[in-house]
């Protein structure tokens, strides 16, 4: 079965650094999209940052200049550089990979991971 684990996240001063990881496993044909999505309590889940397998790339408007999204494609893996954090970046944040899964009869659909919690703060 696909199996996507983040690790990366923690509690970090608002202006610091994290780096984020997403490596995707299992039985995987293809991989179409990954993503980065964040949930804080009593928020909705919103989209992150994504990287699609042409190499186009999304971000949330906050986001924009201060996270990097990048990707390994020999790793099955999604990387997402958070610099310049601040508390408003405090969330879950799930990693999410559009995928073909293998096997005899393949499955197309969105996998998730389980979270991985960042805190920024003082």
């Known amino acids: 079965q696909v199996q996507l684990v983040e690790s990366g996240g923690g509690l970090v001063q608002p202006g610091g650094s994290l780096r984020l990881s997403c490596a995707a496993s299992g039985r995987i044909a293809s991989i179409n999209a990954m993503g980065w999505y964040r949930q804080a309590p009593g928020k909705q889940r919103e989209l992150v940052a994504s990287?699609?397998?042409?190499?186009?790339?999304n971000y949330e408007d906050s986001v924009k200049g201060r996270f990097t999204i990048s990707r390994d494609p020999a790793k099955n893996t999604v990387y997402l550089q958070m610099n310049s954090l601040t508390p408003e970046d405090t969330a879950v944040y799930y990693c999410?990979?559009?995928?073909?899964?293998?096997?005899?009869?393949?499955?197309?659909?969105?996998?998730w991971g389980q979270g991985t919690q960042v805190t920024v703060s003082s």
């Open positions: 999410n990979a559009d995928l073909l899964s293998g096997g005899v009869v393949g499955y197309r659909g969105s996998y």
């Open positions: 990287i699609r397998s042409d190499g186009s790339i």
